[in-house]
């Protein structure tokens, strides 16, 4: 094997593993967005107070 194609394949792994570093990166931001969004809509939902006697009992025939 030459030497020029060992250095080359370095170069080329160093490149491919910043590629997957960036992605991962973005990925991961993208996740925290959405986490954030997630969390903000589900504190939008205006808390309802029902009666007690409401949800208690499943209605098993149709």
Do not use: C, H, W, Y
């Amino acid at each position: 094997m030459d030497v020029s194609n060992i250095a080359s394949l370095a170069s080329s792994m160093a490149q491919q593993r910043t590629s997957n570093e960036v992605a991962l990166t973005v990925f991961k931001k993208a996740m925290d967005i959405q986490s954030t969004t997630a969390t903000t809509l589900l504190d939008a939902i205006p808390k309802v107070s029902l009666p007690a006697n409401i949800g208690q009992n499943v209605n098993t025939t149709a």
